[in-house]
């Protein structure tokens, strides 16, 4: 409705102005031309100077009720005659014309003046001056508005009713339908259906389809609520199901757990049982074979050897289930550190440099990086070991073995590469298998244990590196594996971070340095191998050299071979004694000959006779490395396993020790707080006080603080435990290998560095 | 004394205006609004009649008013119609001495002075198509077109249609609007 009023409105006031203007354009035209009808009707009064005339033709304009005052004006715009409608007065003086036109009109107090020069012939003869009224206008415009608004009325009316009429026929129906709807998605009732309204219009036809479409959603509503349903139905039955599988997954988890949880223990436990009378075995027929219990004759000394050797495979056969178990139960502990391959590999070629020996092969040993390896050092040290001894075992007699150390990417290579039998293709492929062996032959016997090379392997892998092989029958093998390297700048901070190892070397600068005279290599060697790795070896082949290295690194002690090419002993002994630097140095002469009154004479600090015995070697160099040693130092030793005690007072011994055992906790600590002792070996699985709560109550105590404490065990050790052990005592040990040797080496220096301090006034 | 001055004074000054009076008489305008207005009546005639068609363009391209007899006008008609043109034609004035010598005329004044002879003129401008005005009393009644006629002071003129149509001549009721007399003589003319 307002929309068509305002339409109409706008309408008609446009029409109106439009109108309005046309309007008064008409009136100027009208007047215009009444204007100029009255001009030329006047000429002749103008020109003949007639005002009778002019005003005759002027009266006709009484027929034009809106011209209130008509006038003729000469050309000197003197009026002439003239017109008044209503009454009558003067003539009005002349509007002037603007310049330029014979015509203008002016608006204004509700009339129009218009004057009009009269041109006859081309020659301005006058003026006419006409003035009207607007009343005609101001009647229609009055009568146009009337007509307008009628107009308009009457249309809002009719609008009004046809409106009305359509509401019902249309916005109604609409309307409702709409309502319908908003009741329809508000409560999301599909049953309900809009009311028909009984025409057969357009509208109607769109209730039917809203309906029809209503019917559709009723029925996909309730579909859907069964679906619904059925799934949640479905999603519990699952739920349940998933519930039950579940409680039995986490059943069998723990069974799995509980089963790791006993294959640790029984590694645990296996490894200690295992290992101490396997221990007992080894060491004993170790002593037994050095001869410090007594000689053995012939058959005795080969007995014995055949005991070590069977208890020594048995030992490693032992371990290396054990390792392998450990791996395979993901148990296997790494103590990763970065170190300079140089500096583990010492140890593992004088433990191999024997071996090869005895076979005359030749070891060579070439780095060529100077990077650190990333590792277990003594994970590395039986993977090379392992491979070495492969080596070895497998090349014949005057071959050779080599070592390569390159870099290689982000990895470290190490090579061995031997001249021996070579591996077969088919076996290639199996020899990293567990339990498996190469065939041997008639001068290779087959030894090992078979599971070297797996373990190795794996130990490799687990270090993020790889394995593998190269080889040719009948010329040799090469086994080459890698290990993650580090850069060079981590180096420096490498030795400050590293977990100390299981088996702690002895420093280095700590060692005493021998220095070994000797033109026959295998004298040396053997000599090396007897010192390593409780000394650092230095090897000269002659006299001469011996003099030139002496003075130059000072050595502790010097064993010197008496016969000798190109200066002999005795001359290379004076030269030394002569020279002021070497002169204190105690040199030790070793011949196969007894010419020790001369050896003496000339200034030896003592004379060995080859074949020589490596107790008798370490007790002489002893004696004159450390003449300081402390015959009184007693070591307390304990143990429950009696076998381990007599062996452990066996080694001691006869490197000059003496010794108290005790086989308990308890007792260690009486012994203790009774005597004083200059170390303790602690075994840790004892029954009772076991070997973590004497170390407390030793470290408890101010005045045993500082007592030297070296643990012995066949335990596998935690990590935490480990730990412990390495900040509570100064050495551990681990009775898998020869350890004896290490434990000598490792007291020496002990006291080595107690004696230095207790001289140097700190205790 | 004093009487005596006074007396000379005045005759002295009724003097100078007689003489001045007389010399304005002098200058030769008898009565000159009168005839100068006549003389743009003449002009004006011009522009309210229609020629025959072929008397105009025998009458070549001025538009030619004639003076029979005495000149009353004097300079004054050539002032009047210096510069003037009527239908495109320049308007010239012409002194002519017999009726015989306005066939080049548009129109003809006769001068007062041909009372005398009007009747033998008439007969000789009969054949012609000339516009004949003067202001010899009863002219328009014996035969001539425009009587000129002093109203009050005012100059009036009559017109015989009768003459004029018997010339061929179309007269614009705009000049007949401001005729004072019109005259329609069915019996002909005099």
Redesign the interface.
Known sequence: MLVSGAALLLACAAFFAYDLYTFRVGIVHNLSTEAKIIGSNTVSALVFNDPHAAENTLSALKASPHIVYAAIYTSDRQPLAGYWHEVNGNPLPLPPIPAGQTQAHWFNGGQIALVDSIVFQGKPTGFVYIRSDLQEINDRLRSYAFITAAVLLISLVVALLISRTSQRVISEPVVQLAQTVRIVSRDKNYAIRAAATGNHDEVSTLIESFNEMLGQLQQRDTALHQAHDELEHRVLERTTQLAVANKQLDLRNREVERATKLKSKFLASMSHELRTPLNAIVGFSDLLAEQTAGELNDKQQRFVGHIKQGSAHLLQLINDILDLSKIEAGQLELRRENFQVSSALPEVLSTIRPLAMAKNIQVEFTLKTERSVYADRVRFKQILYNLLSNAVKFTPKGGSISIDCFEKENFIGIAVTDTGIGIRAEDQKVVFEEFRQVEGSADAPVEGTGLGLAITKRLVEQQGGRISLESVVGQGSRFTFTLPSVSQASNAAQTGASVPAAIPLSGGREKPLVLIADDEASARELLASYLEPQYRTVMVESGSEAVRKAQQLLPDAITLDVLMPGGSGFETLVALRRTPETANIPIILVSISDQKRVGFALGAADYLIKPIRKPVLLETIRKHVLPYTDDDATILLVDDDPSTLELLEETLRSAGYETQSVRSGARALEVLSSKVVSAVLLDLLMPGMDGFEVLRHIRQEATLKELPIFVITGKSLTKEELALLNAETQALFQKTGSWHQQLIAELERVFHEGKLAKSAGIY | MWRGHCALLQLTIVGVSWLLFGWSSMLGQQKPNEYQVEAA?LF?FG??VEWPAKVATAQGNSFTICILGEDPFGSTLDATLAGEA?GGKNVVAKRISIPQESVDCQILFLSAKEAGRLNKIMEVLDKGAVLTVSDIPHFSQRGGMIQFVLEGN?IRFEVNLTATQRAGLTL?S??L??ATVVRRNPAGGD
Do not use: G, P, T
Request: proline share 0%; charged share 35%; no cysteine.
């Open positions: 009546y004006n522009r309210f009527i005012r614009s705009e000049l609007k401001v």
